[in-house]
């Protein structure tokens, strides 16, 4: 039983070392001094800043030309080297703020529907409950206008780079 166990795992690892294996495209962002990199995948929609210009694109990565340096978006091609910054949205300042707006509504929402179901004539709905509802989406709206975007600005720390990870199978 041992042979058999043996022949079939030898025949198995030779037929995966036929079969062609593709790798992974990706834009990396390099920081110098860190080992660490921001990896990009097609797919993803990126935001960038082009060189001296003041706009802001927004475009889904559709596929890189590695050896032309250039991303293919929906409608365009742009040369990594053309790109001056990009912005990320920040997930857990997102959180934040759908946390604190959904606190906000609920908190008026059980304000009205106490002051509706209690059946006591002298509880009502207060400035109180108005001052915490609208504190809370305030809070939760200039969270997201402030601290809701990063900002990465490629140059003398930060790289942009190209990689094409394929193993090419052996005849």
């Known amino acids: 039983m041992q042979y058999r166990t043996r022949r079939f795992f030898v025949g198995f690892v030779l037929l995966c070392l036929c079969l062609p294996v593709y790798g992974q495209k990706f834009l990396q962002i390099e920081t110098f001094g860190k080992p660490k990199a921001k990896k990009i995948y097609p797919g ?4 960038y800043q082009l060189r001296n210009q003041d706009i802001w694109h ?3 990565i559709e596929d890189f030309l590695i050896d032309q340096n250039l991303l293919v978006l ?5 040369n990594i080297k053309d790109i001056q910054a990009l912005k990320f949205q920040r997930s857990f300042v997102q959180g934040i703020s759908t946390s604190l707006f959904w606190f906000g509504l609920g908190w008026s929402g059980f304000a009205v529907v106490g002051t ?9 709905y207060r400035w109180s409950d108005a001052i915490v509802t609208g504190s809370s989406l305030g809070t939760a709206l200039l969270l997201d206008k402030l601290l809701g975007t990063k900002k990465v600005k490629i140059g003398k720390r930060k790289n942009l780079r190209m990689l094409d990870i394929s ?4 005849p």
């Open 167 to 170: 193993v090419v199978p052996v």
């Open 58 to 60: 927004t475009h889904t």
């Open 44 to 47: 993803a929609e990126i935001s």
């Open 74 to 78: 929906e409608d365009r091609y742009v």
């Open 116 to 124: 509706l179901t209690d059946g006591d004539p002298d509880t009502n």
